[in-house]
Nanobody, 121 residues
Framework: VQLQASGGGLVQAGGSLRLSCAASGRAFKTYVMGWFSQAPGKEREFVAVINWSGASTYYKDSVKGRFTISRDNAKNTVYLQMNSLTPEDTAVYYC???????????????WGQGTLVTVSS
């Protein structure tokens, strides 16, 4: 599966962005989809994950109540709605596809190219 992330940009603290990740291929609905972030000089870290049907989601603690992951299997797309953004959310955000419901980056076999989110104070 090929993934294409988009929707990043520059936003002021307290603002919102919605990231999208479009997937090619008919097997999209069989994959667990995750969003990860990577700040400069840091390792890629888990943000949110959603199972194949969208019925199960899981978030890292610092984004709970602010970010929402969702998917539209008819459109082969997964989203990350980001609200109440803070400068600490500044990073490149990557979407990934995995065969298991996990927050571990190494379990994701497919990655999008990343989209930069910059939050100004």
């Amino acid at each position: 599966v090929q993934l294409q992330a988009s929707g990043g940009g520059l936003v002021q603290a307290g603002g919102s962005l919605r990231l999208s990740c479009a997937a090619s291929g008919r097997a999209f609905k069989t994959y667990v989809m995750g969003w990860f972030s990577q700040a400069p000089g840091k390792e890629r870290e888990f943000v949110a994950v959603i199972n194949w049907s969208g019925a199960s989601t899981y978030y890292k603690d610092s984004v709970k109540g602010r970010f929402t992951i969702s998917r539209d299997n008819a459109k082969n797309t997964v989203y990350l709605q980001m609200n109440s953004l803070t400068p600490e959310d500044t990073a490149v955000y990557y979407c990934g596809a995995a065969l298991s419901y996990t927050a571990i980056p190494s379990a994701y076999g497919y990655w999008g190219q990343g989209t930069l989110v910059t939050v100004s104070s």
